[in-house]
């Protein structure tokens, strides 16, 4: 039953982020190295809160939903609310608004929309006040304020929508090998309505996005997400342009590299079904 309840869990969750940068990469990647040794410097080195920090967020998201309960997210943010007191650090606070935003969706999936908004929109208040904000806190801050587009009335999603874009750009000018800004800026154009411009950019950025590597510099406290999410909808966009030969290539290439990842392994059944469907209506 449990495992019914975390494949279910996580469809809702994933559902609801090299070539022609090489001149700039090694730039990015030394300029990026010397601000995270600054940062570490300040933490603990005894302190394991961080270790792996994406890791332990994102088991507790899934053992609080089994469990029906948030008190392993509430746990892991006053834990790093608390480390935050005495290291004043903005590698803590990233990963503060990172938590908010699990637990928004761990809310949402329970159907409490109001503390939904409210703990994306804490995450979103903890970011806007790190200064200076690196590529990782800008593309963090377009992720959650795409989330926000749910709670919004009409009229304000496209000035969200344009928000969402000038963070993922602005984490791009900081680091243009930051896959997480390009998944962003391609999840934004794949859900935004044809009729609002939406729909031309996205293949382009996620192609990009699963080019690069999940991180710039090796490192247990730096995010490593977005490149199994550009693959799925990536190949969810083939599928619905049923360009059923590109999608079947990269579903290849990402079962390849996420072997375990579940939204993955169900494109794979959706895209044999469909395109078995397309092949023999088309070919009577």
Request: with cysteine; proline share 2%.
């Amino acid at each position: 039953m449990k495992t019914k309840i975390t494949c279910f869990v996580i469809t809702i969750f994933l559902v609801i982020p090299r070539i022609g940068y090489t001149s700039n990469f090694e730039n990015n990647r030394l300029a990026k190295g010397q601000s995270q040794r600054i940062s570490r410097n300040s933490i603990q080195q005894t302190d394991s809160l961080l270790n792996n920090i994406e890791h332990k967020i994102n088991k507790a998201f899934v053992k609080d939903l089994i469990n029906q309960t948030d008190g392993g997210l509430v746990t892991l943010e006053q834990a790093l609310q608390n480390m935050n007191k005495t290291n004043n650090n903005s590698i803590i606070v990233y990963w503060y608004s990172y938590a908010c935003y699990y637990h928004s969706i761990f809310s949402l999936i329970q159907n409490d929309l109001k503390k939904s908004e409210k703990m994306n929109d804490e995450g979103i208040e903890a970011l806007d006040e790190v200064d200076p904000k690196n590529s990782e806190h800008y593309a963090l801050l377009a992720f959650m304020k795409s989330l926000s587009i749910k709670y919004s009335a009409g009229i304000k999603i496209p000035f969200i929508s344009a928000s969402v874009k000038k963070y993922a750009e602005k984490a791009l000018s900081l680091d243009s090998v930051n896959l997480r800004a390009y998944y962003v800026l391609g999840s934004n154009d794949f859900y935004t309505p044809e009729q609002y411009g939406g729909g031309k950019k996205a293949e382009g950025y996620f192609k990009k996005a699963i080019q690069l590597d999940n991180q710039s510099v090796k490192n247990p406290y730096l995010p490593s997400w977005g490149k199994n999410s550009a693959y799925e909808l990536l190949i969810r966009l083939y599928i619905k342009r049923k360009q059923f030969d590109e999608a079947k290539n990269y579903y290849h290439q990402a079962i390849a590299l996420f072997p375990n990842d579940y939204m993955i392994k169900k494109l794979g059944r959706e895209l044999n079904k469909n395109s078995n469907q397309y092949y023999i209506q088309h070919n009577h």
